[in-house]
C-alpha cells in the first residue's frame, strides 16, 4: 500500500476532518483486499476475455478525524484490464510528481513506491516546489473569516466557561478576534459564529502557526477539543459599496471595531444575521451588491428611530460560494420586529427585494446572542 498524499482542510471546508488521504493500492482478482465485492467482475471480465486476473492498482481517498467515524471512497481504474505493466508505469510517473515536492529528488521513495525513484538529475529538483517563493497577497480591505463551531450539548456551558478564562489568550495571540455569536433562535442552539479579520491569506497562516506554538493556547485547545462536535470554516469578503451608502466607517473591520469599543450597553443586544445563497455564476453576487446598494438607503431611512444598526454586509470568497450575509444589531428583539415592520413600509427597500428574489435560491435568518468573551456586544 502507498499513501500518496495527506492533506488537512484549512478553510473552506469542516476543519474538524484531521486528513485527507489518498491510497493506491495493488490488489488481484484473489486479494482479499476488504472491497472484495467487485472480485466477481474481475474474474468474470478476466474469463470473457481469455486472459488470467493480472495484478492491478486500485485507488481510494480517506477522510480521518479525531471526532469522526472515517470515510472512505474507493474506485478502480476506468478499465477494469489495466496490465500490470501500464499500473506500474502509472504509479511511477505519480511517484515522480510527489518526489519532486521535496527538497532533494534522491530521498527515499515512499512507501509503496519501492523501487520507483526519479533521475537523480531532473526538471524538479530545480524546481521543488518546496522553492518557490511565496506571493503575498495583494494589499486591499483584508478577509473575513466566519468560524462556525458546533459544541456537544452537555459541554456547551463547560466550552464557554473555558472560553471566558481564555479570553485574554484569544486577544493575544489572535488580535483579528472581532465577535462571537450563540444562536437564540432560527438554527443549531449549541452552535457559535464567530468572525475572525485578517490582513490577507498569508497573515492567516502566519497566526494559526503561532497560535499553536503558544503554551496557553494549546493548554486552551486541548481542553476543549473533545467538547466539540464540528467545527468549519469560511472566508468572506466585506461589501464595501453597501457600507458607503450606509454610511459611517466604510471600512468593515473598523466599523466593527468602533461598535466593540462604544460604551458598554446592559444587556447585550440581538443580532439578525441574514444570509442569501444566490443562483450559480459570476453576476448575482455584483449584481446583488448594486441592488442593495440602491435600496440601503430606503431601508434606514424607514427606521426613524435608528433602532437598528447595520454592523456588516459580506460575500463568500472561500467555501459555499455565491452567498451574501448581512449583520445587524438591536438593543431588544422588539426593535427587531419593529425595524423590520417599518421597512416593509419603504417603497424602495421593497422594490429591491422584488428584484433580488428571482436570483435566490435560499434565505435564512436567525437571532443571536453575543457571548461573554465577544468583543462586540
Given at each position: 500500500h502507498g499513501c500518496i498524499s495527506s492533506l488537512e482542510a484549512s478553510v473552506g471546508a469542516d476543519t474538524s476532518a484531521r486528513?485527507?488521504?489518498v491510497?493506491?493500492?495493488?490488489?488481484?482478482?484473489?486479494?482479499?483486499?476488504?472491497?472484495?465485492?467487485w472480485r466477481p467482475r474481475l474474474q468474470t471480465k478476466c474469463r470473457r476475455q481469455h486472459h488470467p486476473p493480472t495484478p492491478r492498482h486500485a485507488c481510494f481517498t480517506r477522510s480521518c478525524s479525531s471526532r469522526?467515524?472515517?470515510?472512505?471512497?474507493?474506485?478502480?481504474?476506468?478499465d477494469t484490464m489495466v496490465s500490470?505493466?501500464?499500473?506500474?508505469?502509472?504509479?511511477?510517473?505519480?511517484?515522480?510528481?510527489?518526489?519532486?515536492?521535496?527538497?532533494?529528488?534522491?530521498?527515499?521513495?515512499p512507501l509503496g513506491f519501492r523501487g520507483m525513484k526519479p533521475p537523480a538529475s531532473s526538471w524538479a529538483s530545480a524546481n521543488s516546489f518546496s522553492a518557490t517563493p511565496v506571493v503575498a497577497d495583494p494589499p486591499g480591505v483584508g478577509l473575513f473569516e466566519f468560524r462556525v463551531t458546533s459544541v456537544h450539548p452537555k459541554s456547551f456551558q463547560s466550552f464557554t466557561d473555558a472560553c471566558v478564562s481564555h479570553a485574554a489568550t484569544r486577544r493575544r495571540v489572535e488580535p483579528g478576534f472581532l465577535g462571537s455569536w450563540r444562536?437564540?433562535?432560527?438554527?443549531?442552539?449549541?452552535?457559535?459564529?464567530?468572525?475572525?479579520h485578517h490582513k490577507c491569506n498569508d497573515s492567516r497562516d502566519s497566526a494559526l502557526a503561532t497560535m499553536q506554538k503558544d503554551p496557553a493556547w494549546r493548554v486552551f485547545t486541548e481542553l476543549t477539543?473533545?467538547?466539540l462536535q464540528k467545527q468549519s470554516s469560511e472566508m468572506f469578503l466585506p461589501a464595501v459599496k453597501c457600507l458607503e451608502v450606509a454610511g459611517g466607517e466604510t471600512d468593515a473591520m473598523l466599523r466593527i471595531k468602533n461598535l466593540s469599543t462604544a460604551p458598554a450597553k446592559t444587556p447585550p443586544g440581538v443580532f439578525e444575521l441574514r444570509t442569501y445563497q444566490?443562483?450559480?455564476?459570476?453576476?448575482?453576487?455584483?449584481?446583488l451588491i448594486e441592488l442593495m446598494a440602491h435600496g440601503l438607503p430606503s431601508?434606514?431611512?424607514?427606521?426613524?428611530?435608528?433602532?437598528?444598526?447595520?454592523?456588516?454586509?459580506?460575500?463568500?470568497?472561500?467555501?459555499r460560494l455565491n452567498r451574501f450575509v448581512e449583520i445587524w444589531r438591536y438593543e431588544t428583539n422588539a426593535d427587531h420586529i419593529l425595524v423590520r415592520e417599518a421597512a416593509r413600509g419603504a417603497s424602495k427597500w421593497r422594490e429591491t427585494i422584488g428584484q433580488i428574489a428571482p436570483m435566490v435560491q435560499m434565505f435564512d435568518t436567525k437571532l443571536c446572542v453575543p457571548t461573554e468573551f465577544s468583543p462586540i456586544q
Amino acid at each position: 500500500h502507498g499513501c500518496i498524499s495527506s492533506l488537512e482542510a484549512s478553510v473552506g471546508a469542516d476543519t474538524s476532518a484531521r486528513a485527507h488521504e489518498v491510497w493506491f493500492v495493488r490488489c488481484t482478482s484473489r486479494s482479499s483486499f476488504r472491497y472484495s465485492r467487485w472480485r466477481p467482475r474481475l474474474q468474470t471480465k478476466c474469463r470473457r476475455q481469455h486472459h488470467p486476473p493480472t495484478p492491478r492498482h486500485a485507488c481510494f481517498t480517506r477522510s480521518c478525524s479525531s471526532r469522526h467515524r472515517d470515510s472512505t471512497r474507493f474506485a478502480y481504474p476506468p478499465d477494469t484490464m489495466v496490465s500490470a505493466f501500464a499500473s506500474r508505469r502509472a504509479l511511477g510517473r505519480v511517484a515522480d510528481v510527489f518526489h519532486r515536492g521535496t527538497k532533494s529528488s534522491s530521498s527515499s521513495a515512499p512507501l509503496g513506491f519501492r523501487g520507483m525513484k526519479p533521475p537523480a538529475s531532473s526538471w524538479a529538483s530545480a524546481n521543488s516546489f518546496s522553492a518557490t517563493p511565496v506571493v503575498a497577497d495583494p494589499p486591499g480591505v483584508g478577509l473575513f473569516e466566519f468560524r462556525v463551531t458546533s459544541v456537544h450539548p452537555k459541554s456547551f456551558q463547560s466550552f464557554t466557561d473555558a472560553c471566558v478564562s481564555h479570553a485574554a489568550t484569544r486577544r493575544r495571540v489572535e488580535p483579528g478576534f472581532l465577535g462571537s455569536w450563540r444562536t437564540n433562535v432560527g438554527g443549531d442552539l449549541f452552535e457559535l459564529v464567530e468572525m475572525i479579520h485578517h490582513k490577507c491569506n498569508d497573515s492567516r497562516d502566519s497566526a494559526l502557526a503561532t497560535m499553536q506554538k503558544d503554551p496557553a493556547w494549546r493548554v486552551f485547545t486541548e481542553l476543549t477539543a473533545p467538547m466539540l462536535q464540528k467545527q468549519s470554516s469560511e472566508m468572506f469578503l466585506p461589501a464595501v459599496k453597501c457600507l458607503e451608502v450606509a454610511g459611517g466607517e466604510t471600512d468593515a473591520m473598523l466599523r466593527i471595531k468602533n461598535l466593540s469599543t462604544a460604551p458598554a450597553k446592559t444587556p447585550p443586544g440581538v443580532f439578525e444575521l441574514r444570509t442569501y445563497q444566490l443562483e450559480l455564476g459570476y453576476n448575482p453576487i455584483p449584481k446583488l451588491i448594486e441592488l442593495m446598494a440602491h435600496g440601503l438607503p430606503s431601508k434606514l431611512a424607514s427606521d426613524q428611530k435608528k433602532k437598528g444598526t447595520l454592523v456588516g454586509m459580506f460575500f463568500s470568497d472561500v467555501g459555499r460560494l455565491n452567498r451574501f450575509v448581512e449583520i445587524w444589531r438591536y438593543e431588544t428583539n422588539a426593535d427587531h420586529i419593529l425595524v423590520r415592520e417599518a421597512a416593509r413600509g419603504a417603497s424602495k427597500w421593497r422594490e429591491t427585494i422584488g428584484q433580488i428574489a428571482p436570483m435566490v435560491q435560499m434565505f435564512d435568518t436567525k437571532l443571536c446572542v453575543p457571548t461573554e468573551f465577544s468583543p462586540i456586544q
